[in-house]
Antibody
Framework: QVQLVQSGAEVKKPGASVKVSCKAS????????ISWVRQAPGQGLEWMGW????????NYAQKLQGRVTMTTDTSTSTAYMELRSLRSDDTAVYYC?????????????WGQGTLVTVSS | SYVLTQPPSVSVAPGKTARITCGGN??????VHWYQQKPGQAPVLVIY???DRPSGIPERFSGSNSGNTATLTISRVEAGDEADYYC????????????FGGGTKLTVL
């Protein structure tokens, strides 16, 4: 069965960086991409970006350009999301989700989420 | 950027039908997907391509999309359906390729 297992919770100070991992299993990793979605406390879902596990192509939400980097390691079927220059409003649960980058793409499997807390 | 508008809350008695709307400019021309999120859990896809159900999702969940409104319909509502529901579309002209609605809290009375 398809599973996405994310790394554990993180606490960071403002200005620091965080790197969250998402290990995939149960499917051919390079046949899909991975989207990252975050959810601030009590708020809705926000798409952050997408990476192709096939060739590493990325597309990021405009507001995060320059602060976010998404990568994959096909040898371990793991996707990574690094967010830099953290601010308090980056405090959120971060999810990875399997997806295809197209108008028909859905987020059919999700990781369990990783809580990132930014606090001085 | 493209905006999806959902009512913040919908309440329904058990056994009745709940309808959750998602408004957007000419949304009928887009594919709409719906996610269910229970407290402390990751979202789950319940409807894709406007009206298709993933395997394992009860037939009580259905969707439609026309004009400026997409609708998620839950028939014979159960207590276990209480959750937040989000609609989603793709909009390449937006600063976010994938756009989510603000979410609707479904309360089962």
């Amino acid at each position: 069965q398809v599973q996405l297992v994310q790394s554990g919770a993180e606490v960071k100070k403002p200005g620091a960086s965080v790197k969250v991992s998402c290990k995939a299993s149960g499917y051919t990793f390079t046949s899909y991409g991975i989207s990252w979605v975050r959810q601030a406390p009590g708020q809705g879902l926000e798409w952050m970006g997408w990476i192709s596990a096939y060739n590493g192509n990325t597309n990021y939400a405009q507001k995060l350009q320059g602060r976010v980097t998404m990568t994959t390691d096909t040898s371990t079927s793991t996707a990574y999301m690094e967010l830099r220059s953290l601010r308090s409003d980056d405090t959120a649960v971060y999810y990875c989700a399997r997806s295809i980058f197209s108008p028909d793409g859905t987020f059919d499997y999700w990781g369990q989420g990783t809580l990132v807390t930014v606090s001085s | 950027s493209y905006v999806l508008t959902q009512p913040p809350s919908v309440s329904v008695a058990p056994g009745k039908t709940a309808r959750i709307t998602c408004g957007g400019n000419n949304i009928g021309s887009k594919s709409v997907h719906w996610y269910q999120q229970k407290p402390g859990q990751a979202p789950v896809l319940v409807i894709y391509y406007d009206s298709d159900r993933p395997s394992g999702i009860p037939e009580r969940f259905s969707g439609s999309n026309s004009g400026n409104t997409a609708t998620l319909t839950i028939s014979r509502v159960e207590a276990g359906d209480e959750a937040d529901y989000y609609c989603q579309v793709w909009d390449s002209s937006s600063d976010h390729y994938w756009v989510f609605g603000g979410g609707t809290k479904l309360t089962v009375l």
